[in-house]
């Protein structure tokens, strides 16, 4: 469902950070968790998805391997991420639990979103989770990453998962009440900024480079995370996640914290971002009834709509969608390869699977994915 789509339910990334999430490298907070996890399960009652993106792996490894420090080196920070991972999607499973709400850990390392295919993986994937009422948590997978292809902060991380998801809103929960004019750390005048816009990259200078000591980007990487996440439309929401129903006060519209709002309308923003991401790959050429339910009924599109296509594109790129006199109607990322395309093209959804072998998805382009060309006024052309 795209944002539009006015049955839509809301969809909210929330970002904790290690040192709320472990207790400034104490253990991990249950009491918090557990709270943050009641006020998950209120906000869905009231139509509000959420993805989790929680930190914490390498502090609470840290922690459990008895070191008196977070490492340096970059084997033992991968060894401490594997012991603490366990304890943080336990802390996270064990709680939601008690409201019968399940939970899927996902860890995505840069390449996964970097990479055409896996990026529609990892979507597909969170887009299920999603319509199984799972909460999926999400990590880096510090594991395997090196440091060349590191997030390293799981800002960035989080800003990319709502552009992923198409989130309404990410809301990054930190150890301050949001963003200050200055380090609050370090100027105790300091003064909290309510409103500001998301792409305004003044706001970088208000920012210290220091972390807190077991944080890995500072403020810094947060604002830039509101920069890009506004890209998709999305606003950003900084807050101190020790605030007293603190997700709460969000959705029932209370100031908390920092809001930093996209300039552009959701919609354009999602077009623009859409259009910006990836070059033509091929062209399918849609039957009348085809264009009719995409253009009338923002619906996705179906093989059986389908007369050929042209190109050699693969699954995840993008092609543009031609009506019968050839004019552009739509374009949108295609969840099959040409040569599948052609095969099953004109064909209802119930073959794709015998036709092809497999089924990767019922729709060829799902409609979330599908942007409608501007129409062209009559004699326009
Ligand atoms: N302008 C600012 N406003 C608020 N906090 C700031 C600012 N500049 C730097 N910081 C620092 O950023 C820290 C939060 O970043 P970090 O430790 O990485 O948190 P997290 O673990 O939640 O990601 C704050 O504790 C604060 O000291
Ligand atoms: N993947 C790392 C994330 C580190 C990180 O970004 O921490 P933070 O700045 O506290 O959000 C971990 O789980 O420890």
Redesign the pocket.
Known sequence: MSRTDPNRRSRWVIKV???LVTDNGRGLDHERIGDWVRQIVAARAQGIDVVLVS?????EGVRRLGWSRRPKALHQLQAA?SV?QMGVVQAYETRFQRFDVRTGQILLTHEDLADRQRYLNARVTLRALLELGVVPVV??N?TIATDEIRFG???TLAALVTNLVEADQLVILTDQAGLFNADPRQDASARLIRHAAAEDEALERLCSDA?GV????GMRTKVVAARRAARSGAMTRIASGREPDVLQRIAAGEAVGTCLEPSREPLVARKQWIAGQLQLRGRLWLDEGAVEVIRGYGRSLLPVGVTRAEGRFRRGEMVTCLDPTNREIARGLVNYDAAAVNHIAGQPTGRIESLLGYLAEPELIHRDNLVLTDPVPPGDD
């Open positions: 950070g290690s040192a930190s914490g792996s390498v502090a991420a603490g990590n880096e510090d902060d799981n800002d972390p077991l944080g890995s980007g």
